[in-house]
């Protein structure tokens, strides 16, 4: 895949996501984001304030991340955090599945939870992006088909293999299986591992429209000096 810095940058969800970033830590990746043309910035939603005021008047999106990391929180307050979050001032919502319900064979329940983040998330914000954490790693092929299935049934804008936070991340195997059962309409987010440019390229090539790294500035300088 040919891809020119620019265009391989807005396809880039700027990622920090560690527990121990500071608010001077979340200054400079939205600087870094502005610079470089990423997507968004993605962060904890304790930033979410912070990063609006940073990339005020820039296109770059403020992404945060709703029942981080494991998904199993309260469907209420799942809800209630997606919707503070769009009140603060968050454009994208990286939603994680509740991994153990669909493993569980809990359906309605998965569907449930999903419908009641995307649902007080677009109340307060019409043109919100909605991504759907898999955590594919801990997913049967069968299992991440149904978790598509369902995340395509709420209405999300995208699905996204992990977390980053668990037991592996994006593999190109996943990517490949998650375009093809959500369709052409549906975007794929890889993320989780992506830290060198033949990472991004091949999962792009498999079929991703968004990455997530928290690698995006050397990502895009290893590309610049490719084409030096």
Do not use: W
Request: aromatic fraction near 4%.
């Amino acid at each position: 895949m040919k891809v020119s810095p620019i265009e391989l940058a807005g396809v880039i969800d700027h990622t920090l996501l560690k527990p121990e970033a500071t608010n001077n830590d979340i200054v400079a990746l939205c600087r870094q984001a502005r610079v470089f043309g990423f997507a968004t910035v993605c962060i904890n939603p304790c930033y979410i304030a912070l990063a609006r005021r940073e990339l005020e008047k820039s296109p770059v999106g403020v992404c945060t991340v709703i029942g981080f990391p494991l998904g199993a929180g309260n469907p209420a307050v799942k809800a209630a955090e997606a919707a503070a979050a769009v009140r603060a001032g968050a454009t994208e919502l990286d939603v994680v599945m509740n991994i153990g319900f669909l493993k569980s064979g809990f359906i309605r329940q998965v569907k449930d939870d999903l419908e009641g983040v995307l649902h007080a998330a677009r109340h307060e914000g019409q043109g919100v992006t909605v991504k759907i954490i898999l955590e594919a790693c801990l997913l049967t092929d069968e299992e991440k088909v149904e978790a598509c299935r369902l995340a395509v049934a709420v209405g999300a804008d995208y699905v996204k293999t992990s977390t980053g936070f668990s037991n592996g991340g994006a593999l190109v195997s996943d990517v490949r299986l998650l375009r093809k059962s959500v369709g052409s309409e549906t975007g794929v987010k890889a993320s989780g591992g992506i830290r060198n440019l033949a990472a991004a390229l091949s999962m792009l090539n498999a079929g991703a429209n968004r990455l997530g790294s928290s690698s995006g500035v050397a990502i895009i300088n290893e590309l610049k000096l490719q084409r030096t």
